[in-house]
């Protein structure tokens, strides 16, 4: 899947592209699933327009392809690589060279700056390719915003957004550390929330989480929908407001973490809808709606 042009979902296509050939130190995957991410949809607008001078100015860089995450198969190892085989099952954060969404992706076996130019570890056999695939880029954002807070046991957190990619993990981030979870969501999600640990739920269309009665020590705006300024009335003194900015850089131990956790169970991907990589217009249109629950996955 490629696009030549900044716009609306209409400008992602389908097409043949070679075969890329693993260098030293990389592993080529075979794609089972991938997903549409909020991240893919917003570099393919080109929002911020700042996305542009990593992307391509006037339009994207030739050949281009966008997909955050994947999961999949190694095809064939590089130079150098000992740590995988041909057959292994894998999942992947690509990181901000992007490429997750084709057939086949080249990715280091064990880079020293995954975030930008990706992490591979080896699929949790409890995982299905699609939960696998929709595990990286969330459930990291989410993990290092937590940490960026210094969320402890015992702890109180609101999570706005609680429903979406990050949200979802935030949840089941704060109750694996001990917190106590308020979820903001809407009102069809809140079964949801309730399922993945959340004390609390808080209807966004009934009720303004920045004037509940409650105090908080950390809020983790998931959505990007508030200030520090707007939600101090709710932040206890000392209290942290978080969004999804000046985050540490992601490394490859924390992609071994989030899937280890869910490899024991103490992370549940939650998947929306699966489409196929033919359905990627589709899948983008969905995921601007601002209303998938979780993520969508892209088969391949």
Known sequence: MTWSAYGSPEVLTVRDMPVPEPRDGEVRIRTVAATAHV?????RRADPFAARLAFGL???????ILGLELAGTV???GPGV???????????????????NAEFRCLPAGGADPQKHGSVVRKPASLSFEEAAALPTGALTALKNLQKAGLGAGQRILV?????????????????????????CSAR????????????????????????????????DAVMQ??????????RPGGVHVRNAGL?????????????????????????????????????????????????????
């Open 82 to 100: 000992s740590a995988f085989a041909p057959g292994d099952e894998v999942l992947a954060f690509c990181g901000f060279g992007l490429g997750g």
């Open 39 to 43: 991240g893919d949809a917003r570099i």
């Open 226 to 235: 508030s200030s520090p300024r707007a939600c101090r009335a709710v932040l």
């Open 248 to 300: 540490a850089r992601i490394t490859n131990d924390d992609l071994k973490h989030v899937a280890d956790l869910a490899g024991r169970g103490a992370l549940r991907p939650v998947i929306d809808r699966v489409l196929t990589l033919e359905d990627v217009a589709e899948a983008h249109r969905y995921v601007e709606t601002g209303r998938k629950r979780g993520h969508v996955v892209l088969t391949v």
């Open 58 to 64: 006037l339009r994207p860089r030739r050949g281009l």
């Open 75 to 77: 095809d064939a190892v």
């Open 160 to 184: 706005n957004g609680a429903s979406g990619s990050l949200g979802t993990y935030a949840i089941q981030l704060a109750k694996h550390l001990g917190a106590e979870v308020t979820a903001v």
């Open 189 to 220: 999600n809140h079964d949801l929330v309730a399922r993945l640990g959340a004390d609390a739920v808080v209807d966004y269309a009934t009720e303004d989480f920045t004037r509940l009665g409650s105090r908080f020590d950390v809020v983790y």
